[in-house]
């Protein structure tokens, strides 16, 4: 009977662990493209860095290679590498390899397509600033697409916007900066590091919306980047191209927690189909970061 004991009370602890996780209602991704994670420390961005001293994060998360957009945008949302989706360079439209699988819209299966299918009454949205991710997602299958036109005030305005009038259960915006500044003035470099104050700025008035909504309390907020980069490019294999930050922040996640695992960016989808309950497909490879969890 001693030795059931200890059993009982870990099946007892264990879904309580799990329900603290399932209160979050509302998961919004900011991915800022070409935001190195090497520039985090430096960088005044005090919104981000309030978010991971009181959230989960690291800063040696990896993208895929080549350390370029679409691929890695495409990997991030699909749950897999470029091998079984077949997005391969900077500005993929449609797979250069045969995806290996493709759901009713025609595309391999992302995070978007998998919410319609498995919550098909669930809301979901897509602001974007760079028109690249309208190749890679199903947008039959998301409530709300906006495409701004590499305006990054117009995709500040429109997220707000949706988040306040829809507070969909999963959205994903996407900046075009820093990537810009770091492809004409270069990475490392003081015009660099003065945009990230601006996109910090932006990602607090994201914050500041949810908290307008009324679903702070009911929501994950993750930030994060397809690449960083190296002089006035990105795409090879230096540690500045490839390591991007993973933060996350909001109900249910550790505060002020580095994170030992290992990451690639194709844990994101199924890290989000985790928190929502929602079964990943065969062909997804990424691994839900449970670890950024309280238990």
Partial sequence: MKRLFPFVLLMLLLPSAQAQVKKAKHIILIGCDGLGAYAIPQADMP????LMSDGAWTLKARSVLPSSSAVNWASMLMGTGPTMHG???????????????QNRYRLFPSIFGVIREQRPHAKTAAVYSWPGIGYLIEKDAISTVV????????CTEEAIRVIKAEKPMFMFIHFDEPDHTGHAAGHRTEAYYTKLTEVDARIGKIKQAISDAGIADQTILIVTSDHGG???????KSLDEVEVPWIMHGVGVKKGTPLSSHIITYDMATTIAWILGIKPPQSWRGQAITEAFAK
């Fill in 47 to 50: 919104h981000v860095k309030a």
């Fill in 87 to 101: 997005y391969t360079e900077w500005g993929s439209q449609t797979p250069e390899i045969p995806s290996i699988e």
């Fill in 147 to 154: 495409s701004a036109n590499d305006n990054e005030d117009l």
């Fill in 230 to 236: 190296k002089d006035k490019g990105h795409g090879g």
